[in-house]
């Protein structure tokens, strides 16, 4: 096998690599972002005057649990520039 | 004395804010600042440090302007936004360090909340890179298309030879892995692990190392320690994925919709509301972990 087509197998290989990543990478933070905003939903219903407080913990929460897919990401990108 | 600790740990900051990895690839830095410190060659990433020290000037002009006419008997309009920020502050320290504690600790979580906002807001200001003090130069290469980036000749000789000095274009310096990286680095160890060697002394915090105690603490001790530097990782690469993903999403994005419209949104969305959500984010986190060591009794 020559340089070239080498090069291309790694590229190929990189590029799926990072779609996979990044798919199923995604998969986490939906499900967590979305049972976070769910329970809050339940939380508001139940008691709507504590909707500030609530929010913003959700809110905080979200952004915490979506740091598994902020990973996946970041790895995708390096992948890309592999 | 604490002074100078302030000065240079603020130096540090700003250091490991603008080191630029000599990687290639997306990562790779327009025009680094070459610089050897004790015979080590290291790359500093122009841009990044130009951007870091227009935000730190940008926050004392604006707090500057903001901060002229206080007073107590008669506050103005501006006055009582700013003692709503400053007291939600206030409270958010003080309910996880401590009514006394808090107090001292209020100065640098602020500071951490202001530079981050502002790092993450600087983006949306519409100014490109400029070349200054270019006079001979052409910005136009031989096949006519606009480029300022790198200094060319052709072959007779005729061309820019010097890029002059850049202006950096007004891009998030977190969009840097190394600006997180060093803010992390700051908060979390230098300030959390520093003040919990302050308030509970060195051996407590070795000890904290093998913390449930016995034979569980030892084979405990690498989990420990892996634990410890998992924190600043995923407090660093947090920021860094947020607004470097959200900086490529828009720009993808709008370059699809061929810039009509929608990079609005896109801006409202990844510019104004994840970067408040993860400057706020961060902020918290790191007063979380400052918090484990250097938290009043009962507080």
Redesign the interface.
């Known amino acids: 096998m020559d340089h070239g087509m080498s090069q291309a197998i790694i590229k190929a290989a990189a590029l799926l690599g990072a779609g996979i990543c990044m798919g199923f990478g995604a998969i986490g933070p939906g499900v967590g972002e979305g049972f976070a905003a769910g329970k809050a939903c339940e939380g508001i219903s139940r008691r709507p005057e504590e909707y500030s407080t609530l929010f913003r913990t959700m809110?905080?929460g979200q952004?915490?649990s979506?740091?598994t897919g902020?990973?996946s990401?970041?790895i995708a990108?390096?992948l890309?520039?592999? | 004395m604490r002074r100078r600790l302030e000065i240079l740990a603020a130096l540090t900051m700003f250091l490991c804010g603008g080191y630029a990895h000599a990687s290639?690839?997306?990562?790779e830095v327009a025009m680094p600042v070459q610089m050897e410190i004790f015979g080590i060659p290291f790359n500093f990433n122009h841009d990044t440090i130009m951007m870091c020290a227009v935000v730190a000037v940008l926050i004392y002009l604006v707090c500057w302007l903001w901060m002229r006419g206080l007073s107590k008997g008669n506050p103005g309009r501006g006055q009582v936004v700013l003692e709503m920020v400053v007291g939600a502050f206030d409270d958010l320290v003080k309910q996880s360090l401590g009514p006394n504690r808090g107090r001292k600790y209020l100065p640098y979580i602020g500071t951490l909340f202001l530079f981050i906002w502002t790092c993450n807001m600087i983006g949306m200001i519409p100014i490109h890179h400029q070349l200054i003090g270019t006079e001979s130069f052409e910005d136009y290469n031989h096949n006519g298309a606009y480029d300022p980036g790198e200094p060319f000749t052709d072959a007779n000789g005729n061309g820019r030879q010097d890029p002059g000095f850049k202006m950096a274009g007004f891009e998030e310096p977190t969009k840097d892995i190394n600006v997180p990286l060093g803010m992390a680095l700051l908060f979390v160890l230098l300030i959390g692990h520093g003040s919990h060697i302050r308030y509970h002394g060195l051996k407590a915090y070795l000890l904290d190392y093998f913390s449930p105690g016995g034979i569980i603490g030892c084979a405990m001790f690498f989990l420990n320690v892996v634990g410890k530097f998992a924190e600043v990782v995923?407090i660093s690469?947090?920021l860094?994925?947020?607004i470097?993903?959200g900086a490529?999403i828009i720009a993808v994005v709008s370059g699809l919709l061929h810039y009509i419209i929608m990079p609005i949104g896109l801006y409202g969305f990844f510019g104004v509301f994840v970067g408040t959500?993860?400057a706020?984010?961060f902020t918290?986190?790191a007063l979380t972990y400052i918090s484990m060591g250097a938290a009043e009794e009962g507080a």
């Open positions: 809110l905080i952004a915490v979506e740091s902020i990973y990401l970041v990108l390096l890309y520039s592999v | 290639g690839g997306a990562l995923s690469f947090r860094f994925g947020n470097f993903g490529v959500v993860q706020f984010v918290m986190l």
